[in-house]
């Protein structure tokens, strides 16, 4: 439609006769109208046609970038509240962490307490054993050497008995006794 239009100007330009040098800079009145005619005509098509498509185009962009713009801080706000959950959640693990630990150094200091009231009472127990046998060794060896001593009385009786002795035979009997004692309790 344009072009049927543009080439009626042509036309009716040549009609008329005139053909002047055409300045470069300046155009022809002629072409001003027209140019002007067609410039109205395809701005009035833009607009339209062409301009609420754009600007629905527009819209739709904006409104695109609105909603992404959002849901990209509905997610951030989402990461930001799993972040300080997960912080939160390692804060507690710390913490528990370092209860089991201090729970276990308790619990150690207490077993090694025990073991050593344990090893200490197991001690005293053996002492108390061994001062014990020691009380009844040196008990049954009171009663060997009164066994002995009584046996050597016996004999040293049977001795005197057997001789009518006379002070010198005596007092070499009883150092002869003890000499005899004092050597069995070595």
């Given at each position: 439609m344009?072009?049927?239009?543009?080439?009626?100007?042509v036309k009716a330009a040549e009609a008329?006769?005139?053909?002047?040098a055409k300045n470069p800079i300046v155009p022809e009145s002629k072409e001003i109208l027209w140019a002007s005619i067609a410039f109205f005509i395809v701005f009035g098509l833009l607009a339209w046609k062409a301009w609420p498509a754009i600007k629905k185009?527009?819209?739709?962009?904006?409104?695109?970038?609105?909603?992404?713009?959002?849901?990209?801080?509905?997610?951030?706000?989402?990461?930001?509240?799993?972040?300080?959950?997960?912080?939160?959640?390692?804060?507690?693990?710390?913490?528990?962490g370092g209860r089991i630990i201090e729970e276990a150094r308790q619990s150690a200091d207490q077993v090694r307490k025990d073991l050593i009231a344990r090893a200490e009472a197991d001690a005293a127990e053996i002492r108390a054993r061994a001062q014990e046998?020691?009380?009844?060794?040196?008990?049954?060896?009171?009663?060997?050497?009164?066994?002995?001593?009584?046996?050597?009385?016996?004999?040293?009786?049977?001795r005197i008995v057997r001789h009518n002795l006379d002070k010198a035979t005596q007092i070499q009997l009883i150092e002869n006794y003890i000499n005899e004692v004092g050597g069995t309790r070595r």
């Open positions: 344009l072009a049927s239009v543009l080439a009626v100007a008329a006769g005139e053909v002047k185009s527009l819209q739709d962009r904006e409104d695109k970038i609105r909603g992404d713009l959002e849901h990209a801080e509905s997610v951030r706000t989402q990461a930001d509240k799993e972040l300080a959950d997960y912080q939160r959640q390692l804060a507690d693990s710390r913490n528990e046998d020691a009380k009844l060794a040196t008990e049954r060896a009171m009663a060997d050497v009164q066994s002995r001593v009584s046996d050597l009385s016996i004999e040293l009786a049977e």
